[in-house]
């Protein structure tokens, strides 16, 4: 029997699920890439020929070990990570996210974080049925510890998310203000250090004294974006509960195999990053003798700057193979506003050519 009407998303998929927008990737074939805060240098080719060992001998029959205990031992040592503290490993931070607000997502429950932030922090809100609050920062993108404290004791967020340097603004906020935010936070607070490599400031040294942080990290920015590996470290009591949202075999083998075989020469990637911070103060001081372009500090691999009209500077970096990101339209304090990531000493000449093009319209 055939029926009149078969099944549809609409009769079945959320509302709210519906009313999304997907997260849209922008097509970057043949593009200088600085769109992503992806590390641009690759790997030497003795460190791929160790990479090509590792998945040679990687036992892909089998599932992954859900404990990654060497993976985790690896990291602890290469990471300066503190002892007494459990890790959680993510594919990726992202899933790490979203992980931390399924398990606080009660009815009700409310996530918060200090904006403009990180997307994913409000669309797994979304997904997990939560409702994401975002306190705004002050326009010179501080952290406004005092509406932060305000906000915290109307809604009682049950997870606060701080990144720190924070993403898409690239400063780092006051060690102090986020102190108070985490001593009167009601819940959990979770310190995303994604760009942690290009700050030198860290809150991991703080676990001892905050039994309700978690510190969040990500190989991805230091250069590992493809593997997809983030891990959390926190007091066990935390852990524990979390871990039980996991996936058992969130992180796979191939994944365990290449970064474990490219830690154990993390020096690698810290040297890329120490190249990419130079770059960024020499890209800092160009773009800030260009008049009308309004460059803020930044502490991570990215600079945000202002721009008298941001579409047209995005499409006319577009124009000539540069692709970078406009913000503006996302948040009200990133009026004009473009990001664009350090790449190369080349790459960056490009950009910086292309954009004094644009300049002279
Ligand atoms: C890039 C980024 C992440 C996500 O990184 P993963 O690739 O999922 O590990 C998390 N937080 C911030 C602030 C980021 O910018």
Redesign the pocket.
């Known amino acids: 029997m055939k029926r009149s009407e078969s099944p549809s998303p609409q009769s079945v998929i959320r509302e709210d699920i519906r009313a999304l927008a997907a997260y849209t990737v922008h097509p970057a074939q043949g593009m200088v890439k600085l769109d992503a805060?992806e590390n641009p240098y690759g790997l030497p080719g003795w460190l791929r020929e160790e990479l090509a060992r590792a998945v040679a001998g990687a036992q892909i029959n089998r599932y992954p070990d859900p404990e990654a205990p060497a993976l985790k031992a690896l990291l602890r040592r290469t990471m300066d990570l503190p002892q007494g503290f459990d890790i959680l490993l993510g594919n990726?931070?992202?899933e790490i996210i979203a992980m931390v607000i399924s398990a606080v997502a009660r009815p009700g429950a409310v996530v918060m974080a200090p904006t403009p932030a990180?997307a994913?922090y409000r669309m797994s809100a979304i997904l997990a049925k939560a409702e994401f609050v975002g306190v705004p920062l002050a326009p010179d993108f501080s952290l406004d510890a005092q509406s932060m404290l305000a906000a915290m004791q109307e809604r009682r967020p049950g997870v606060v998310f701080v990144?720190y340097p924070n993403?898409p603004t690239g400063n780092l906020f006051d060690e102090a203000a986020v102190c108070r935010v985490i001593e009167a936070a009601p819940g959990l607070v979770v310190l995303?250090e994604?760009y942690h490599v290009f700050a030198g400031r860290s809150f991991m040294s703080r676990l001892r004294e905050y039994p309700n942080l978690l510190v969040l990290r990500?190989l991805?920015?230091l250069g590992l974006?493809g593997l997809r590996l983030?891990y959390a470290v926190a007091q066990s009591d935390w852990i524990r509960e979390i871990d039980k949202v996991r996936g058992p075999y969130n992180v796979g083998v191939l994944t365990q195999a290449v970064a474990q075989a490219i830690l154990e020469h993390a020096q690698v990637l810290q040297e890329q990053a120490a190249a990419i911070r130079v770059e960024r103060e020499r890209l800092f001081a160009e773009l800030r003798r260009l008049p009308g372009v309004e460059v803020f500090p930044s502490e991570a691999n990215f600079l945000l700057l202002r721009v008298p009209d941001a579409e047209a500077a995005f499409q006319g970096l577009l124009a000539r193979g540069v692709l970078v990101r406009n913000l503006h339209g996302s948040h009200p304090l990133l009026d004009q506003c473009l990001r664009f990531t350090v790449g190369t000493p080349s790459e960056n000449a490009l950009l910086l050519a292309a954009f004094c093009e644009v300049r002279a319209g």
Do not use: Q
């Open positions: 805060m990726g931070s992202d990180f994913m990144a993403n995303d994604a990500t991805s920015k974006a983030g």
